[in-house]
């Protein structure tokens, strides 16, 4: 019997593309610098600070979420600007994996139960100075979250189908110390997603559904 192609942006076929995408080859970097090549905010002054983030895929029946946070305006970095779940690597922290998980729960109180990790994407460099380790992973529906008012002012689900059709894909830039600095931006339900957030989604869209 012929198998039966899964459907598409739903978590049979999020997964199988998971599963198939190809290794990345030394030296073969994604970041801010793919965007900006040569601009002199990329020569950091300190090492890269290691950092995960996980990419929380909900499972509906009618088609995949990505589930997103916007960060708390009170931050002193990044503040009031959408992200993944995730943050600094921990010494005592067995790997990228263990991170991200850790963050999402203590973040917005998604359950490790809930959580099924099916693979990762390679390294993030972002004009900030972090190597950030994207996490794939399914999320079984009903959960329930709390958030940490301290970190994260909202939580959202946008469609996996929006955000990997490139039609939404913005280009933009601004002004950093009188050189233009440019990223993605893809605006969805009045959010602003942009910057190294969009730049993984796009990553995500790259390796995954171009």
Do not use: C
């Not at 990044?78 to 850790?102: C, M, N, W």
Request: proline share 8%; glycine share 8%.
């Amino acid at each position: 019997m012929d198998q039966v192609a899964p459907v598409p942006f739903s978590i049979a076929d999020f997964r199988a593309r998971a599963a198939a995408q190809a290794e990345a080859q030394p030296g073969d970097e994604f970041g801010d610098h793919r965007y900006n090549p040569g601009h002199p905010r990329l020569k950091h002054i300190k090492p890269l600070r290691d950092a995960a983030v996980l990419i929380p895929v909900i499972d509906h029946a009618d088609g995949a979420t990505v589930l997103l946070t916007k960060r708390a305006e009170k931050l002193r970095s990044h503040s009031g600007q959408v992200a993944f779940p995730g943050g600094t690597i921990d010494p005592t922290d067995p790997g990228p994996e263990a991170t991200a998980l850790r963050e999402t729960f203590e973040e917005i109180g998604l359950d490790r139960d809930h959580i099924e990790i099916v693979g990762r994407m390679p390294d993030y460099i972002s004009g900030s100075g972090y190597r950030i380790v994207p996490v794939l992973s399914v999320v079984r529906p009903g959960f329930s979250l709390t958030l940490n008012a301290d970190e994260v002012d909202a939580a959202f689900e946008v469609p996996l189908r929006f955000l990997m059709d490139p039609t939404n894909h913005a280009r933009d830039s601004r002004m950093w110390n009188d050189l233009e600095w440019f990223f993605y931006e893809m605006p969805y339900g009045g959010q602003r997603i942009w910057g190294v957030t969009a730049g993984i989604i796009r990553t995500l869209y790259e390796r995954l559904y171009a």
